[in-house]
């Protein structure tokens, strides 16, 4: 067997540091909560462990949330006007299909599954500003969206 591909000594690299957003760190309270929660729960974690690839990593993953604790920006939710904006809960159908109910929430707190869509996402993105009632084009990926509720 050959081994002209493998090296003799193997040092691990340490895991790439996780991209951080530019622009603002917008959250809601629930989010910069769900944040400090991480940054907690990664220091216990880092506390106890003695695998160093493993530290490496839980060191990374910890310094990405803190950076991410230290930049949050906390946007109370505004209800005012019906309008949507970041931190509003929005009931809508796309296409005319049977309607969704999402909250427009920072990048850190983000679970499409859960209906929290980051609010940079074209979905938020088409969303933001309009009324119940408005119907709005989102181009990626094409859709027609009808605003039903605003909350």
């Known amino acids: 067997m050959s081994r002209a591909f493998v090296k003799e000594t193997t040092q691990a690299a340490p895991p790439p540091e996780r991209m951080v957003s530019s622009g603002p760190n917008l959250v809601t309270e629930e989010g ?6 991480e940054v907690e729960r990664l220091e216990a974690a880092l506390a106890s462990e003695n695998n160093i690839l493993l530290r490496e990593t839980l060191e990374r993953d910890l310094r990405y949330w803190r950076h991410s604790l ?3 920006e906390v946007v109370k939710p505004h209800k005012e006007d019906g309008v949507v904006a970041f931190g509003s809960t929005v009931t809508f159908s796309r296409n005319a ?3 969704q109910t999402i909250r427009i929430v920072g990048e850190d707190e983000a679970d499409p599954k859960s209906g929290l869509v980051n609010f940079r996402s074209p979905l938020a993105q088409a969303l933001l500003g309009a009324e119940a009632g408005d119907a709005v084009e989102m181009t990626s990926p094409p859709a027609k969206l009808t605003i039903i509720k605003v909350e």
């Open 70 to 72: 230290s930049s949050a």
């Open 32 to 37: 910069r909560a769900k944040i400090a929660a």
């Open 97 to 99: 299909a049977k309607p």
